[in-house]
């Protein structure tokens, strides 16, 4: 009677590719930048791959150029800011690297003036099945938000 050897997985660079999708799907998408990219080519590209979507929970300044670069991967985000959904929402942003498969989008502590900028620019995220909006300062007319 003959045993096969079974092979031990000993190093993460050893998984494969479906074990690591399933990885990343756990953490937040700047968390697994963060934590495998740069790390070695095979994880970059796997990062970088379009079928891996990137779901975001919270951007800061230091990540906000490397998201930017995968802004074809991000299928969920979240802001806490106004001045990330001013830079996100910017119309030259919009046309020159759109957020293609964005379907759900959480705004919170948002201005309302910066409200009324963006809200034009929504309509470009074809693929938006969600919106969240917490504003900062609800004084303003809801009128003029939809006119």
């Given at each position: ?45 796997l990062?970088k ?10 951007l ?88």
């Amino acid at each position: 009677m003959k045993f096969k050897k079974k092979k031990l997985i000993t190093s993460i660079k050893n998984l494969p590719n479906e074990i690591r999708y399933e990885t990343f799907e756990y953490l937040d998408g700047c968390q697994a930048f963060q934590s495998f990219g740069n790390l070695n080519y095979r994880f970059d590209e796997l990062l970088k791959s379009s079928s891996f979507l990137f779901k975001i929970d919270d951007l800061s300044i230091l990540n906000l150029n490397e998201i930017i670069s995968l802004n074809k991967q991000i299928f969920s985000l979240k802001l806490y800011t106004s001045l990330y959904v001013q830079q996100l929402l910017s119309p030259s942003f919009i046309f020159d690297s759109p957020l293609n498969h964005l379907q759900s989008f959480s705004i919170s502590y948002v201005k309302s003036d910066v409200l009324i900028s963006i809200l034009p620019e929504l309509r470009f995220l074809t693929r938006l099945q969600s919106l969240t909006i917490h504003m900062y300062d609800v004084p303003m007319d809801i009128a003029k938000l939809i006119n």
